[in-house]
């Protein structure tokens, strides 16, 4: 059988020790390496599991790399390779080129001043295979058309309002047969239309805010097999209904920074046949 495969980098030299989202205030200096560790080889063990997990080289100075999500956008052999918006984490953006040119993708950067964070902020629809973006904090919405037009995809861009769901896979997880699972008020009004209007109701699992800000969303999906750091267990009795199976994994030590498994993860096959650009 050929496995998925997905990109981790691991942990050596990662900590808090700038501010560049709300989770990491208070955390500067407080996490504890050895804990760092522990967590993403277990998080590694289970997705091994399932997948095949590639290593991505992490760089002495550059914290961050471990959120392998941040590192581009990959859609069939194509990466739309990061831009980030904060300078913390810029230094990223060559190690990044220089892996997915090595692996044979076809690497397209945007234009100098339009910020894009990867599939930290894009996530492809599992059921109908559109492309979700989020834009307010980092990624721009000038970065959206690019991605429409490079992709072939059509492009739904969806407005992030609450600084601690900064990125759209902080709160935001589409999951097979076009299910969904988010929380609602980290968006706008018209975001919540447009997400209303392409999912049924009875597809829409909307979390509450304890299991948002635990990154219940932040959650990594592979043949009906739900990875996160935590779930309460209304939330997993509902997927389990649907027939998912949740497992759960500590990942504490990575929330201090904002993120968790979906952030520490980037999938690497993502096939789509295309569809028809909608925007130029
Ligand atoms: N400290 C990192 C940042 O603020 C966390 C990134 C989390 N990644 C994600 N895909 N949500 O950029």
Redesign the pocket.
């Known amino acids: 059988m050929n496995r998925l495969r997905y990109l981790m980098c691991p942990p050596d030299h990662y900590q808090v020790n700038y501010v ?2 709300p989770w ?1 205030e208070g955390n500067v200096q407080r996490s504890s390496q050895q804990r760092a560790i522990d967590q993403w080889q277990k998080l590694q063990a289970i997705l091994s599991q399932y997948v095949q997990v590639e290593r991505l080289t992490p760089a002495q100075g550059w914290p ?1 790399m471990v ?1 392998t ?2 590192a581009g956008l990959i859609v069939n052999q194509t990466v739309v390779l990061s831009q980030f918006y904060h300078p913390e ?1 810029q230094g990223e953006q060559p190690y990044c080129r220089d892996w997915f040119a090595a692996q044979g993708y076809q690497v397209l950067e945007l234009p100098q001043g339009i910020a894009f964070e990867g599939a ?1 902020d894009a996530l492809l629809d599992r059921g109908q295979g559109w492309l979700w973006s989020g834009y307010g904090f980092r990624s721009m919405l000038e970065s959206h058309p690019y991605l429409a037009k490079w992709l072939s995809l059509e492009v739904l861009s969806l407005h992030l309002i609450d600084k601690r769901f ?2 759209l ?2 709160c935001f997880c589409p999951l097979s047969e076009g299910y969904l699972l988010y929380y609602p008020p980290a968006f706008d009004t018209y975001s919540n239309h447009l997400i209303e209007r392409r999912i049924p109701p009875e597809k829409r699992i909307p979390v509450s805010e304890a299991d948002a800000i635990h990154f219940a969303c ?1 959650a990594v999906e592979i043949d009906r097999v739900i990875l996160a750091n935590s779930m309460s267990y209304p939330l997993q009795e509902r997927l389990q209904k649907l027939g998912f199976t949740v497992i759960t994994t500590d990942l504490s030590e990575f929330l201090k ?3 968790a498994a ?2 520490l993860t980037l999938r690497l096959d993502e096939p789509l046949s295309g569809m028809p650009a909608l925007a130029g």
């Open positions: 560049i989202n990491m961050d959120f999500a941040n984490r930290g900064y990125h896979d902080t932040n920074a904002g993120g979906k952030c």
